[in-house]
């Protein structure tokens, strides 16, 4: 049986290395046959890619994605400096 710490290194490099996710942020953490995704993301559609690549690499490990998704609003009044 690997590791979870080598476990955890391969799921953070397919993460990283994926070219649907390319995502660098993103706490793996392994306890038992779990595996946690930790972090945010600026969108939903990112963060089920990066809960797939996740899965692709340990699909051995139960996945309990709780990565925060972040919303990006348009920005408020200009500021003025007088």
Same mark, same amino acid.
């Given at each position: 049986? *690997?590791?979870?710490?080598?476990?955890?290194? #391969?799921?953070?490099?397919?993460?990283? *290395?994926?070219? #649907?996710?390319?995502?660098?942020?993103? #706490?793996?953490?392994?306890?038992?046959?779990?595996?946690?995704?930790?972090?945010?993301?600026?969108?939903?559609?990112?963060?089920?890619?990066?809960?797939?690549?996740?899965?692709?690499?340990?699909?051995?490990?139960?996945?309990?994605? *709780?990565?925060?998704?972040?919303?990006?609003?348009?920005?408020?009044?200009?500021?003025?400096?007088?």
């Amino acid at each position: 049986m *690997e590791a979870p710490q080598y476990v955890a290194a #391969r799921v953070q490099q397919a993460l990283a *290395e994926d070219g #649907r996710t390319h995502e660098l942020g993103i #706490r793996v953490d392994i306890r038992g046959d779990q595996l946690f995704l930790r972090g945010q993301v600026s969108g939903a559609g990112q963060r089920e890619r990066l809960a797939q690549v996740a899965h692709e690499a340990a699909p051995e490990l139960h996945l309990h994605n *709780e990565i925060r998704v972040v919303e990006a609003s348009e920005p408020g009044e200009d500021e003025r400096l007088d």
